[in-house]
């Protein structure tokens, strides 16, 4: 396969990111180079096996390429490997987007339960506020369930269907 003039090394299918959130201090996105060696594969059988140029797999192999998600199960069923094998551990948990919106989805949770649990009106009214403000915010949070289940008007001061169920006393009794 020839190369066209790009000025990139990185193969058409290969995204160029300028987002590096998700990389280790070294740059390292995945470790399909160091996997193919161990396994002593050389780069011509790789190739052949992916039906790809020799070029283009190099390419794909360094650690800093940034591959699709479809590109790195090929290499998974060339190498036989499973996927978490060939992934380098983020230097970050999340990025600071999903960080964020964990953060207001824990919020919304905590006003609606603190909502669900108030025993005046007063308390009430301030966490159903939060609820609202929230949602002015960030609008998807409107499908948010509180942690203690629903909390609207129809579900306050009821009681769960377990305690609708009784118990017999004969449970309770000691059998001899």
């Not at 008007?153 to 169920?165: D, K, L, M, T, Y």
Request: with cysteine; glycine share 6%; hydrophobic share 35%.
């Amino acid at each position: 396969m020839a190369r066209t003039g790009r000025s990139s090394n990185k193969p058409p299918d290969t995204p160029q990111s300028s987002d590096t959130s998700f990389q280790n201090p070294r740059g390292e996105l995945h470790r399909i180079g160091i996997a193919r060696e161990q396994q002593g594969l050389s780069l011509r059988t790789v190739a052949r096996r992916m039906r790809k140029s020799i070029a283009e797999v190099k390419d794909q192999e360094q650690s800093s390429s940034d591959l699709h998600l479809s590109t790195l199960y090929l290499w998974c069923e060339v190498l036989n490997v499973p996927i978490e094998e060939l992934l380098v551990e983020p230097k970050e948990s999340f990025s600071t987007p999903v960080l964020k919106r964990t953060q207001m989805i824990k919020l919304i949770k905590m006003a609606m339960t603190i909502g669900a649990a108030a025993e005046s009106d007063a308390v009430r009214r301030l966490a159903d506020t939060m609820v609202e403000l929230l949602i002015e915010i960030m609008p998807e949070l409107q499908h948010i369930k509180s942690t203690l289940g629903s909390t609207g008007p129809a579900c306050r001061g009821r009681v769960g269907r377990v305690a609708e169920n009784t118990i017999a006393d004969s449970f309770f009794e000691e059998s001899p």
